[in-house]
Nanobody, 119 residues
């Protein structure tokens, strides 16, 4: 599945952004989906995931209570609502299909979207 993330930008600490990830395939609904991020000089890391149906979610500890992942299978799109942003959230954000057991990405990475949080 080909994926295109969007919605990044520059925001002050404490602000909010909503990321979107559009999938090219109509079979989008069969995939568990997730968001990952890569900060400058660091490895890519897991942020959040949502099950095929949207009924189950999982979050990395540092974003719990601040970020919310959701999906709209009719629109082949997964979202990441990010509130109370911190400078340490600055990274390029990517979406991907995920292995629910390991919370690791499946397949190739699509184009990410840059989020910059100023202090």
């Amino acid at each position: 599945v080909q994926l295109q993330a969007s919605g990044g930008g520059l925001v002050q600490a404490g602000g909010s952004l909503r990321l979107s990830c559009a999938a090219s395939e109509r079979t989008f609904s069969i995939y568990n989906m997730g968001w990952f991020r890569q900060a400058p000089g660091k490895e890519r890391e897991f942020v959040a995931a949502i099950s095929r149906s949207g009924l189950s979610t999982s979050y990395e500890d540092s974003v719990k209570g601040r970020f919310t992942i959701s999906r709209n299978n009719a629109k082949n799109t997964v979202y990441l609502q990010m509130n109370s942003l911190k400078p340490e959230d600055t990274a390029v954000y990517y979406c991907a299909a995920v292995n629910w057991a390991t919370m690791t990405a499946l397949g190739s990475w699509g184009q990410g979207t840059l989020v910059t949080v100023s202090s």
